[in-house]
Nanobody, 120 residues
Framework: QVQLVESGGGLVQPGGSLRLSCAFSGFAFSRYAMSWYRQTPGKEREQVATITSFGGSINYADSVKGRFTISRDNGKNTVYLEMNSLSFEDTAVYLC?????????????WGQGTQVTVSS
């Protein structure tokens, strides 16, 4: 069983920065594609960023491109999301996802999420 635990969320002022962490418990972390999603009440869940192990492919949502950076440390079984130039629109619950297999189907594991609130 894979378990994911997010941390690093909190209250931040507009223009500020936060670094989120997602700790992966289980086997073969390096085989999983890791993603950050965010969810806001009344809005559709958004895939923010994804990073793979072999191949080193990284993708960002247009809404965060240039401001957020996803990275992973396979030795620590941890994925990070560095968030800069935060605005009110970035307020959401941020969820960590581990995926193995085809994009449609395969296996998915989710963390409980960490709240990020951008407010003055």
């Amino acid at each position: 069983q894979v378990q994911l635990v997010e941390s690093g969320g909190g209250l931040v002022q507009p223009g500020g920065s936060l670094r989120l962490s997602c700790a992966f418990s289980g086997f073969a972390f390096s085989r999983y594609a890791m993603s950050w999603y965010r969810q806001t009440p009344g809005k559709e869940r958004e895939q923010v960023a994804t990073i793979t192990s072999f191949g080193g492919s990284i993708n960002y949502a247009d809404s965060v491109k240039g401001r957020f950076t996803i990275s992973r440390d396979n030795g620590k079984n941890t994925v990070y999301l560095e968030m800069n130039s935060l605005s009110f629109e970035d307020t959401a619950v941020y969820l960590c996802n581990a995926h193995w297999g085809p994009r449609a189907g395969g296996y998915d594991y989710w963390g409980q999420g960490t709240q990020v609130t951008v407010s003055s």
